[in-house]
């Protein structure tokens, strides 16, 4: 099975920054595409950042647009999120997802693989 693994989510002050790590296990993921996305309580689970793993193409919310930075690493087949200028709005549960091939980033039903997710608090 297909195995990712969310760390570095916790609580930080708003303007604040935490960077998120996605760790794959046991698979090759050169023909993936790498997503992050956040649930607030009460809300809908929505994008956040993608990676296409060949290639390095990234797409963004535009309500993270300018603070976050999506990041990969081949030799450790790991993901990262670099968040900057936190805000409250900002806190959530942020899962990492895997989808194969082409799949349109900023959609949930092409990823096949989630992590069990991070919490972020944003405190004000």
């Known amino acids: 099975q297909v195995q990712l693994v969310e760390s570095g989510g916790g609580l930080v002050q708003a303007g604040g920054s935490l960077r998120l790590s996605c760790a794959a296990s046991?698979?090759?993921?050169?023909?993936?595409?790498m997503g992050w996305f956040r649930q607030a309580p009460g809300k809908e689970r929505e994008f956040v950042a993608a990676?296409?793993?060949?290639?390095?193409?990234?797409y963004y919310a535009d309500s993270v647009k300018g603070r976050f930075a999506i990041s990969r690493d081949n030799a450790k087949i790991t993901v990262y999120l670099q968040m900057n200028s936190l805000k409250p709005e900002d806190t959530a549960v942020y899962y990492c997802?895997?989808?194969?091939?082409?799949?349109?980033?900023?959609?949930?039903?092409?990823?096949?693989?989630w992590g069990q997710g991070t919490q972020v608090t944003v405190s004000s």
């Open positions: 997802a895997a989808g194969r091939g082409l799949i349109i980033a900023a959609s949930q039903r092409g990823y096949d693989y």
């Open positions: 046991g698979r090759t993921f050169s023909s993936y595409t």
């Open positions: 990676i296409r793993w060949s290639g390095g193409n990234t």
